[in-house]
């Protein structure tokens, strides 16, 4: 290998494992979401409390443009390679943070406004440290193969998301339940900051990229990098058309193959959560490659006709591949074992009082497929019978068997296919739309808009749309009407079907072909 290729391979290792360790950061919270919502925040209300915690997940995506513009500035002005160096460390203490941050039970409202505090220094840290990388990978690498080498870049969100799972599941699987439920949750946050320190002692010896030297040494670099990319009337056209004709959808895309379809296992499908990250991790895997493939296609015939036609086929297929995946979990397609139902129940005295009691009923059922049922439901009896007791709390399970979680693996798969062909070539995309001097600013804030507020407020919102579902066709059942929707749990998808359909149109319509920037 040559020096010049060894050079280039070290920049991209270098650059993607210090990204991939930040999205490790970032998304090790949404993946232990449904553990946080029980720690800080009130466990009166289930439902409200996963809620809370996704619109805190959420939060670290909407000030994700806020850090593109704060950190996209910097590195136009100083230099890619200490941007991103400043971005990797406010990383890693945020979220080694997080993981000391006490419970709610132990300082109230404290808890979720330090998490929340921590998260939005995530988003701002995030903000700065893709631009950076994208940028610095593509100004070292050859204009006709640049698709391929920020590629690399491209998969460090789908294996930083693969990893947050996998240490996730080894965490869980190395102590018993009870001990990852008080403690154990906090080991995948506290494990960051050893990552980080060595990502900083690999990035350290990097050298600045070669085309910001230049623009340096020539007197070019931009002032007034904020000035120059949405002052520039021309410029600002780049920006709109990068973020509605490109990201938005893409960021729609990425967060519903893989978050939405994540919380839609969880929460909605109420798939055991061992049987959920290990599909997970087994699609994501299988789908990685293709960021790659689809990436070096993109230099041989377009960025443009790849990142739309994954949008465009996400959008025709995301209802038969989620209702499948409903369908493949859901009970009620399934025989039970006669005599399998077993329903036992406690009372015992509720922790929070020393005279209301707490009832504890417990259902189990198995299925001729292999499958198997747990419900638990948990209701306070109060003594003062004047007073309004809290609704049950109520936690339904379903394992499925090994050809049922082979079929959602493929539909996971399909998912993510969908997610590389939009986001795969993106990056090359981006950082030729732009010219060098304010690259870092112009291309990272539509970047971060699409991505952290249409993309990363996707599962919010989509949890919310099927909520509001179910609790409509509720509604209308006890009050003997038929059901408002016929399939409620797919009502979520909704959000990213229109608007990708709308960036699909744009970026149909206004994105001519490929502009190429030096």
């Not at 160096?85 to 406010?90: A, G, Q």
């Not at 230099?299 to 739309?308: H, P, Q, S, V």
């Amino acid at each position: 290998m040559s020096q010049k290729k060894q050079s280039l391979a070290y920049i991209i290792s270098a650059s993607s494992v210090g990204t991939l360790i930040e999205w490790y950061d970032f998304y090790i919270f949404g993946s232990l979401a449904t553990v946080l919502s029980t720690k800080f925040f009130p466990t009166d209300n289930p439902t409200a409390a996963f809620l809370n915690t996704l619109a805190t997940f959420a939060a670290g995506f909407v000030v994700r443009p806020f850090g593109a513009l704060v950190f996209g500035r910097l590195g136009d002005i100083i230099g890619r390679k200490y941007t991103f160096m400043v971005t990797l460390m406010l990383m890693g203490g945020a979220t080694f943070a997080i993981g000391l941050v006490p419970s709610y039970a132990t300082i109230g409202g404290w808890a979720p406004f330090l998490v929340l505090t921590l998260r939005l220094l995530q988003g701002l840290a995030l903000g700065g440290e893709y631009g950076g990388a994208a940028t610095y990978v593509a100004e070292h690498s050859p204009a006709e193969r640049r698709g391929f080498f920020t590629s690399w870049i491209q998969t460090t969100a789908t294996v930083g998301l693969v990893i947050s799972l996998g240490v996730i599941m080894l965490t869980r699987s190395s102590m018993s339940k009870e001990a990852f439920d008080e403690y154990g949750w906090r080991i995948p946050f506290l494990l960051s900051i050893v990552m980080v320190a060595l990502s900083f002692l690999i990035r350290r010896n990097m050298e600045e990229s070669p085309m910001f030297e230049k623009a340096k040494k020539e007197g070019t670099t931009s002032t007034n990098p904020l000035k120059e990319s949405f002052g520039n009337k021309l410029n600002l056209k780049f920006v709109l058309l990068a973020l509605f004709g490109a990201t938005m959808g893409q960021g729609l895309v990425w967060y519903t193959g893989q978050f939405y379809a994540q919380t839609f296992l969880l929460k909605i499908c109420n798939l055991d959560d061992i049987q959920t990250n290990t599909i997970l991790v087994i699609g994501l895997l299988l789908g990685t490659p293709l960021f790659i493939f689809f990436g070096a296609l993109s230099d041989k015939i377009g960025r443009k006709g790849i990142m739309l036609a994954g949008m465009a086929i996400a959008v025709f297929a995301y209802r038969p591949i989620f209702d499948k995946m409903y369908q493949t979990v859901s009970v009620n397609n399934k025989e039970v074992v006669a005599g399998s139902e077993k329903i036992e129940e406690t009372r015992a005295l509720n922790a929070k009082s020393t005279v209301d009691s707490l009832v504890t009923t417990t259902t189990t059922r198995s299925y001729t497929d292999g499958a198997t049922y747990k419900k638990v439901s948990k209701l306070v009896i109060l003594a003062d019978k004047t007073a309004e007791a809290p609704k049950a709390d109520v936690k339904e399970t379903i394992t499925i068997n090994d050809s049922d979680k082979w079929t959602l693996i493929g539909m996971v798969f399909l998912l993510i296919s969908f997610v590389t062909m939009a986001y795969g070539p993106i990056a090359a995309f981006l950082v030729e739309l732009f010219p060098t001097k304010i690259r870092y600013t112009s291309m990272s804030l539509p970047y971060h808009i699409g991505n952290g507020i249409f993309g990363g407020l996707m599962p919010a919102i989509a949890t919310f749309l099927v909520t509001t579902a179910k609790d409509a066709n509720k509604t209308a059942e006890e009050a003997g009407q038929a059901a408002t929707y016929a399939k409620p749990y797919l009502e979520g998808l909704n959000y990213p079907i229109a608007l990708v359909t709308v960036c699909v149109i744009i970026g149909f319509i206004y994105i001519k072909g490929d502009k190429k920037h030096a």
